[in-house]
Nanobody, 124 residues
């Protein structure tokens, strides 16, 4: 049974950093594409960063140079290192996968497996 559990969110000042973690179970993380998505109140869900089964990363433009996606295949954990956080990064962050080699990282796709999310709030 597939499970995705996010952690690492919190309240941080603008310019600060957080590292989100998505602990996975029920599948072999390195064999599938997986990604980070976020949703803020009143806004559409958007993909933040995804990584394919081959390890190719994707970032939305606003995350390039600030966020880094990585995975620890031994620990079956996906990470998102977020630096230089801005108030507009405030959202609930979720990890998701369809257990395929690639993943629609737009946020508009259908995602078979979705975690409960971790809240990130960037405010002074």
């Amino acid at each position: 049974q597939v499970h995705l559990v996010e952690s690492g969110g919190g309240l941080v000042q603008p310019g600060g950093s957080l590292r989100l973690a998505c602990t996975t179970s029920g599948f072999t993380l390195e064999d599938y594409a997986i990604g980070w998505f976020r949703q803020a109140p009143g806004k559409e869900r958007e993909g933040v960063s995804c990584i394919s089964s081959s390890g190719r990363p994707y970032y939305i433009d606003s995350a390039k140079g600030r966020f880094t996606i990585s995975r620890d295949n031994v620990e079956s954990t996906l990470y998102l290192q977020m630096n230089g956080l801005k108030p507009e990064d405030t959202a609930s962050y979720h990890c998701a996968t369809n257990l395929g080699p690639d993943l629609d990282c737009s946020g508009a796709g259908n995602y078979d497996y979705w975690g409960q999310g971790t809240q990130v709030t960037v405010s002074s």
